[in-house]
């Protein structure tokens, strides 16, 4: 029987995940494919460390070179993480003449145009489907299933920590320190959260998802990016009261020609599919002009649902090697690579200022004769057309309110001029807050 060797760098939770796939269902895949998988060698910090899965002295190494100049290995799956050794690891398996499998956002979203292009330079291939929301499939369903589509729109959720936090806010009315103290202690949070709650997390796979469905070179910085560090118990029970949830939303669409890519909290209407995604489940949803609406949803972490979709990886690379050594009857190692560009269009950014929604805006507002007129008129003055208003009396003996203001669509640096310049005023008793609507 075919034998498909596969070397692996990197033993952390995903590692482990991916090694349990193959002892436990590894007959399973054999019996699909009808040729074998093998984990041939595991580069590890140190050898001595204790293992979940007892691993034999032999598959272990702390070289990774002995993977990547190893002729007999066929896929190298990296799973370091960070930019730098992972990078160089990359290149070099690509180079080497081996295709690689990667879970690592950071650097395809960084120098993905430059990593395809030696893997195309090298007739190998690069599978990256872990890369975003752990186990569902969504890189191959925009490369494969939606091919056919000019995609119109992605919307999604695609960062667990954050979808916890602010569904534990929601619904036991914790504050955000008091949410994220708790993902933590549950493990889904890390120590440092930083990454996840400032919105970078979900801007890197935005940033994939877009040079997927747009085929553009589009980077990190591209990305419009806010976190939901602001987001307080307050807001949320304003959304609530007017039929919506507050969700850390990427979004990416096409106006035009040029691509708008943005992370940040929204209002979501509740009636609207990703409103229901709750705790560390992810979904993505995606208009494309021939397809309409369609929504990909499961665990965007862990580490079984991560290391599912490095496997499905491993095994579409290992057929693709298997089918062409069949063709060739084996002559070299090389495999074949996908003929598809990834980029086909001039990169083309539309900026955030540029782009058009509606709003809600709340101003807490000293309880005054004239004070909704000031901001209306100001809002009228820069064009706003607003389609609902609301005033509370928030503490009559303080004389504070609260105006609560949804618009029209509008161009997003309208709106800013307009608050910047309501802000300046003396009426306001605390900072004005808004958040974009998707209905």
Not at 404 to 428: C, D, N, P, Q, Y
Request: net charge neutral; aromatic share 8%.
């Amino acid at each position: 029987m075919t034998v498909i060797n596969v070397g692996l760098i990197g033993l952390g939770t995903v590692g482990t995940g991916l090694v349990r796939i193959f002892h436990e269902n590894g007959s399973l895949v054999e019996n699909k494919l009808g040729f074998s998988l093998r984990l041939k060698k595991i580069a590890v910090k140190d050898i001595s460390k204790a293992r979940e899965i007892p691993l034999g002295k032999s598959v272990l190494t702390d070289k990774a070179r002995e993977i990547l100049d190893d002729p007999d290995i066929d896929i190298v799956v990296e799973l370091v993480g960070g930019e730098n050794p992972a990078k160089e690891f990359i290149i070099s398996a690509l180079n080497k003449g081996k295709s690689v499998v990667t879970a690592n956002k950071l650097i395809l979203a960084k120098h993905g145009k430059e990593l395809f292009e030696i893997a195309d330079k090298n007739a190998v291939d690069i599978g990256f489907e872990a890369s975003v929301a752990g186990t569902i499939p969504i890189v191959r369903a925009l490369e494969e299933g939606l091919a056919a589509n000019k995609i119109e729109k992605i919307v999604a959720i695609v960062n667990g920590t954050t979808n916890y936090i602010l569904t534990r806010m929601t619904q036991t009315f914790k504050t955000f320190d008091e949410a994220l103290k708790e993902a933590q202690e549950l493990g889904f949070a890390e120590a440092d959260p930083s990454m996840d709650i400032k919105g970078n997390d979900s801007a890197y796979k935005l940033a994939i998802l877009s040079m997927l469905a747009f085929g553009m070179k589009i980077l990190p910085e591209d990305v419009f990016t806010e976190g939901i560090t602001g987001v307080t118990p307050e807001h949320i029970e304003r959304a609530n009261s007017f039929g919506y949830v507050i969700k850390l939303i990427a979004v990416a669409e096409s106006f035009n020609g040029k691509v708008s890519c943005r992370v940040h909290p929204v209002f979501l209407e509740a009636k609207h599919p990703l409103s229901a995604v709750q705790n560390e489940f992810n979904a993505i949803y995606v208009v494309g002009n021939a397809a309409g609406e369609t929504m990909y949803y499961g665990r965007g972490a862990g580490q079984m649902p991560t290391a599912s979709a490095v496997m499905s990886d491993v095994i579409e690379l290992a057929e693709r090697h298997f089918r062409d050594c069949k063709k060739k009857d084996c002559p070299s190692r090389v495999m074949e690579t996908k003929t598809r560009s990834l980029f086909w269009r001039e990169k083309s950014i539309l900026p955030a200022d540029e782009v058009f929604n509606k709003y809600y805006l709340c101003f807490p507002i000293v309880d005054q004769p004239g004070v909704i007129g000031k901001i209306t008129t100001i809002l009228g003055v820069h064009g706003i057309s607003i389609s609902a208003v609301k005033a509370t009396i928030v503490d009559k003996s303080k004389n504070r309110g609260l105006v609560e203001i949804f618009t029209h669509s509008v161009r997003e640096g309208t709106v800013k001029k307009a608050l910047a310049e309501i802000t300046g005023l003396s009426m306001l008793t605390e900072s004005i807050f808004f958040y974009r609507i998707i209905e």
